[in-house]
């Protein structure tokens, strides 16, 4: 199984971006979807989720400026970034998690947001 993340980039702040995760060599469904952060020096982060019936959550520090999307048929997931500030500055990784059988849990490779200001 592979999650390929990209869409990552330099922007300044006020910018917006689109981050992509396309995943690949299995059958997805009944999952949670979700995008992480790691800001430099910090812990790892939930920014987004979403499940496969597209319920969407999104953290309280981007509510408001990030949306997140999925395309089943498609197996790719995105996140709408606006209104990007100096905090949202981080590698940007998606995740894939089923918790009940047949389980399982996948990583992609991350891709690094960096917002100037």
């Known amino acids: 199984v592979q999650l390929q993340a990209s869409g990552g980039g330099l922007v300044q702040v006020g910018g917006s971006l689109r981050l992509s995760c396309a995943a690949s060599g299995r059958g997805f469904g009944g999952d949670v979807w979700a995008w992480y952060r790691q800001a430099p020096g910090k812990q790892r982060e939930l920014v987004a989720s979403?499940?496969?019936?597209?319920?969407?959550d999104i953290a309280a520090s981007v509510e408001g400026r990030f949306t997140i999307s999925r395309d089943n048929a498609k197996n790719t997931m995105y996140l709408q970034m606006n209104s990007l500030e100096p905090e949202d500055t981080g590698v940007y990784s998606c995740n894939i998690k089923r918790h009940w059988a047949p389980r399982y849990n996948y990583w992609g490779q991350g891709t690094l947001v960096t917002v100037s200001s």
């Open positions: 979403i499940t496969s019936g597209g319920i969407s």
